[in-house]
């Protein structure tokens, strides 16, 4: 099963409105990992997050980890209609590969 | 700096017939994994390669899949016998060295199977 579930599965936002996402996982980690894939394409790495950090920024990207609920956001300020993708979180697990959640399918609404 | 490259990037099959799906690493990457993706769902690990090793692959069925990553040349995931429900995208990613060092994944751009 997959270890990262993201909340919610969609969101439709206004163009210039802020988004958030969550992710929830079972196990330790090395690191958390965010990930955005547009329609029929591959995964394009947004931010890695390690275990021992709590928020980390990049650009108009937001994300925080709490290790003791075993979760984690991402936020998108300012939004564009170029941001409409689906957004994944990827744990290691300590383990030699990254594990998927089921994804948020983000659109924005010009 | 090519990215990683997967070709074809649509592959027609009838059930029964065998898929081969390549996979080229960016330059410099020695580690190669392979997901598997359905319509509106996330990604599901298949196998782990470095090179001439399968390090992980725990998420291949046991039957009809098979792994690759030779010392010269692209990564190979072989579908043999292939059946409707082997439809899905196949994405390969690849890293300069493997996830316990923190390493982000460089994806493809998949290869969609379709199966008749």
């Known amino acids: 099963s997959q270890q990262g579930e993201e909340d919610p599965q969609a969101l439709s936002i206004q163009e210039g409105e802020n988004a958030t996402m969550n992710c929830s996982y079972k196990t330790s980690i090395n690191n958390l990992q965010w990930y955005r894939q547009n329609s029929g394409r591959g995964l394009v790495h947004l931010i890695l997050?390690?275990?021992?950090?709590r928020e980390k920024h990049s650009g108009r990207l937001r994300v925080t980890l709490d290790t003791s609920k075993k979760s984690s956001s991402l936020l998108i300020t300012a939004s564009r209609a170029a941001d409409t993708a689906s957004y994944f979180c990827a744990t290691n697990q300590g383990a030699q590969k990254l594990v998927f959640g089921q994804g948020t399918r983000l659109t924005i609404n010009p | 700096n090519a990215g990683v490259m997967q070709n074809p990037r649509h592959l027609v099959r009838r059930r029964g017939q065998e898929a081969r799906l390549r996979c080229s690493p960016m330059?410099?990457?020695?580690?190669v994994y392979w997901y598997r993706q359905l319509p509106e769902e996330g990604l599901k690990f298949m196998v782990y390669?470095?090179?001439?090793?399968?390090?992980?692959e725990s998420g291949m069925p046991k039957e009809r899949f098979s792994a690759e990553f030779p010392k010269e040349g692209p990564s190979i995931l072989r579908i043999q016998q292939v059946v409707r429900g082997d439809s899905a995208a196949y994405f390969c990613?690849?890293?300069?060295?493997?996830?316990?060092?923190?390493?982000?994944?460089?994806f493809g751009s998949g290869t969609q199977l379709s199966v008749l």
């Open positions: 997050i390690r275990s021992n950090e």
């Open positions: 390669l470095q090179k001439e090793n399968i390090i992980d």
């Open positions: 990613a690849s890293s300069p060295a493997g996830q316990g060092t923190n390493e982000k994944l460089f």
């Open positions: 330059k410099g990457h020695s580690h």
